[in-house]
């Protein structure tokens, strides 16, 4: 049987620890980049933190989160655009939210096709059937 993976997740490299810039801008920062990246993922953002929930995602952490913040630019981890960072990284390792809606969208015609095949007399309930959608 297939494993799935319960709710939204951020891929995580195995190798983070030992990258050059994570190890460049030390522990805190690199906490604060990984929760960056579940905040980008569960706001749905594609890369973009806004500097206002940096004390959402760095909650309970040791130390300055803006000296954080400036070390994950500093190495590049993140780049400073005025009112957000972005973390250019993010879409190289997460889907963008164009793309999850395209494959959302597929998968729910695909459902719909399938269901249609189903029919033995036209639906009115269906879609294909009452012609709103292309078969």
């Known amino acids: 049987m297939a494993r799935r993976i319960p709710g939204e997740f951020v891929p995580s490299d195995v190798n983070t620890r030992s990258h050059p ?3 460049q801008a030390g522990c ?3 906490l604060l980049f990984r929760r960056g990246n579940e905040h980008v993922k569960s706001t749905k953002r594609d ?3 806004y500097k206002f929930d940096l004390e959402v995602f760095g909650v309970g952490l040791d130390g300055d989160l803006k000296a954080h ?3 994950l630019v500093k190495v590049g981890l993140w780049e400073d655009k005025g009112s957000y960072w972005l973390v250019p ?3 190289n390792w997460n889907h963008s939210q164009a ?3 395209e494959a959302r969208d597929a998968k729910r015609l ?3 096709k399938t269901n249609h095949r189903k029919h033995k007399v036209p639906d009115p309930d269906c879609p294909i ?3 709103e959608q292309n078969p």
Request: proline letters at 4%.
């Open 47 to 49: 890369g973009i933190l």
């Open 99 to 101: 793309e999850v809606a």
């Open 129 to 131: 059937c009452n012609g």
């Open 89 to 91: 990284g993010y879409l």
């Open 28 to 30: 805190l920062p690199e």
């Open 110 to 112: 695909g459902a719909m």
């Open 69 to 71: 913040a400036r070390k």
């Open 21 to 23: 810039q994570v190890r």
